[in-house]
């Protein structure tokens, strides 16, 4: 059973979690399986869908069968979860060494029934149920949930910390809200005081002004290598319409997202020679009330170069590419969609 445990010295939770120690690991023994030998190998590949826990949801031909070929986009339960949705949200007073249960939900997002390992290797209409069903799931939580925050996240490579290769996100609903959300929260909440404005929308209108870091401007979002990127060839997909939550998105509007974040990974696909990264989508916690100062984003993290000393110990990241060289190699990246056209600035 996992447990949540608080450090003593500092505010932050880890998950301890023994069972996730089994999940299997095919970056251990081989390279990432081609598409050709992907058939019977792979558990996320239409056909073995016995090989995962049944599903909790699914984007399906009309007529097929839960659990059984047929499906475009299938959510199980993670076989070796980090947090488990029976746990009890209780937990006994044991400071100064403080422990709950480990509760949460944890959820796999498979976004092909063929064995596909590269964002640039689904189709259009496939990325845009990959979507629909990220919208879906958090919506559905948001709604029903007893928990504080869904983290939905895409782990690309063994450096990201991918155990298969086959497309897939995952999808943790967290009994408290992560330290990295409360402080972006907790940033977006002070600039708001100062200045009656929210953050986010204000690094739009600069870097649209700036026009150094930007990568593709389309309607409804903008794609962007941020100003102090962490990490070489770090974008953000940022919504231009101001809003807290992911799922809120209209039926259009994920299809223009899902359009745009093909275009962007497929892009960051081509620059990097082996393409290894984390996607996060940063959206509000479930609290019914509004977080009026919050503007949801999405965030793609290249692993290009490890971590060492320097950065374990000061908490700073040493980044090599600058973000303006960064949009210059995206936008020249040659893909096969055309970007659409947008109102000026």
Same mark, same amino acid.
């Given at each position: 059973?996992s447990?949540?445990?608080?450090?003593?010295?500092v505010?932050?939770?880890?998950?301890?979690?023994?069972?996730?120690?089994?999940?299997?690991?095919?970056?251990?023994?081989?390279?990432p399986?081609a598409?050709?030998?992907?058939g019977?190998?792979c558990?996320?590949?239409?056909g073995n869908?016995?090989?995962?826990?049944?599903?909790?949801?699914?984007?399906r031909?009309?007529?097929?069968?839960?659990d059984a070929p047929?499906?475009r986009?299938r959510?199980?339960?993670?076989?070796y979860?980090?947090?488990v949705?029976?746990?009890?949200?209780?937990?006994?007073?044991g400071?100064?060494?403080e422990?709950r249960?480990?509760?949460?939900v944890?959820?796999v997002?498979?976004?092909?029934?063929r064995?596909?390992t590269?964002?640039?290797?689904?189709t259009a209409?496939?990325?845009?149920?990959?979507?629909g069903?990220?919208c879906?799931?958090?919506?559905?939580?948001?709604?029903?949930?007893?928990?504080?925050?869904?983290l939905l996240f895409k782990?690309?490579?063994? +450096?990201a910390?991918?155990s298969?290769a086959? @497309?897939?996100?995952? #999808?943790v609903v &967290?009994?408290? =809200?992560? /330290?990295?959300l409360?402080?972006?929260?907790?940033?977006?909440r002070r600039?708001?005081?100062?200045?009656?404005?929210c953050?986010?929308c204000?690094?739009?209108?600069l870097?649209?002004q700036a026009?150094?870091?930007?990568?593709e401007?389309t309607?409804g979002?903008?794609?962007?290598?941020?100003y102090a990127?962490?990490?070489?060839?770090e974008?953000?997909?940022?919504?231009?319409?101001?809003?807290?939550h992911?799922?809120?998105?209209s039926?259009? +509007?994920?299809?223009e997202?899902?359009?745009? @974040?093909?275009r962007? #990974?497929t892009? &960051?696909?081509? =620059?990097? /020679?082996?393409?290894t990264?984390n996607?996060?989508?940063?959206?509000a916690?479930f609290?019914?009330?509004p977080v009026?100062h919050?503007?949801w984003?999405?965030?793609?993290?290249p692993?290009?170069?490890?971590?060492?000393?320097?950065?374990w110990?000061?908490g700073?990241?040493i980044?090599?590419?600058?973000?303006e060289?960064a949009?210059?190699l995206?936008q020249?990246a040659?893909?096969?969609?055309?970007?659409r056209?947008?109102?000026?600035?």
């Amino acid at each position: 059973m996992s447990e949540w445990r608080k450090d003593l010295i500092v505010d932050r939770w880890v998950i301890i979690a023994p069972d996730r120690a089994g999940r299997p690991d095919e970056f251990r023994q081989q390279r990432p399986v081609a598409p050709s030998l992907a058939g019977g190998k792979c558990p996320f590949c239409e056909g073995n869908e016995r090989s995962t826990p049944g599903e909790i949801a699914a984007v399906r031909e009309r007529g097929s069968a839960a659990d059984a070929p047929g499906w475009r986009v299938r959510v199980v339960p993670n076989k070796y979860p980090a947090v488990v949705e029976g746990a009890e949200l209780a937990h006994p007073p044991g400071k100064p060494f403080e422990c709950r249960p480990g509760a949460g939900v944890h959820e796999v997002i498979i976004e092909s029934p063929r064995h596909r390992t590269l964002a640039g290797q689904l189709t259009a209409e496939e990325m845009s149920d990959v979507v629909g069903m990220y919208c879906q799931r958090l919506g559905q939580h948001r709604r029903l949930s007893r928990f504080a925050c869904g983290l939905l996240f895409k782990n690309v490579g063994q +450096a990201a910390g991918a155990s298969l290769a086959h @497309l897939h996100s995952q #999808l943790v609903v &967290l009994p408290m =809200v992560p /330290a990295v959300l409360q402080a972006e929260l907790d940033g977006a909440r002070r600039f708001a005081n100062a200045t009656g404005e929210c953050v986010f929308c204000r690094m739009l209108q600069l870097e649209r002004q700036a026009d150094e870091r930007v990568v593709e401007v389309t309607p409804g979002f903008v794609a962007l290598c941020p100003y102090a990127s962490r990490f070489a060839m770090e974008t953000w997909i940022v919504p231009r319409q101001h809003s807290q939550h992911v799922d809120l998105l209209s039926t259009e +509007a994920q299809v223009e997202l899902a359009e745009l @974040l093909q275009r962007t #990974l497929t892009k &960051l696909e081509r =620059v990097l /020679a082996d393409p290894t990264y984390n996607m996060i989508v940063h959206t509000a916690p479930f609290d019914t009330n509004p977080v009026e100062h919050y503007h949801w984003h999405i965030e793609i993290l290249p692993r290009q170069a490890t971590a060492a000393g320097f950065e374990w110990g000061s908490g700073y990241h040493i980044n090599t590419v600058s973000p303006e060289a960064a949009a210059r190699l995206l936008q020249s990246a040659e893909i096969h969609h055309s970007p659409r056209q947008v109102d000026p600035i």
